[in-house]
């Protein structure tokens, strides 16, 4: 993902999927830890709701 703070946006460079090949939807909010673990905050996804993406590295 590519973040603009300035703008307040960002953009999703590349498909993000979970265990079952579902992609993400809409990322919302994205929070990182010290320790390197991205979380993502999806809800606008017509297929489930309110999911939290967790991404480790």
């Known amino acids: 993902m590519r973040v603009d ?5 960002f953009e999703k460079l590349g498909e993000i999927k979970d265990e ?3 992609p ?3 990322c919302h909010s ?3 830890t010290d320790d390197g ?3 993502l905050c999806e ?3 017509p ?3 309110s999911y939290l993406w967790e991404i480790t590295f």
């Open 37 to 39: 673990v991205l979380y």
């Open 30 to 32: 994205i929070a990182a």
């Open 20 to 22: 079952d090949q579902q």
């Open 5 to 9: 703070y300035r703008r307040g946006s």
């Open 24 to 26: 993400m939807w809409q």
């Open 47 to 49: 297929y489930r709701s």
């Open 43 to 45: 809800n606008d996804d």
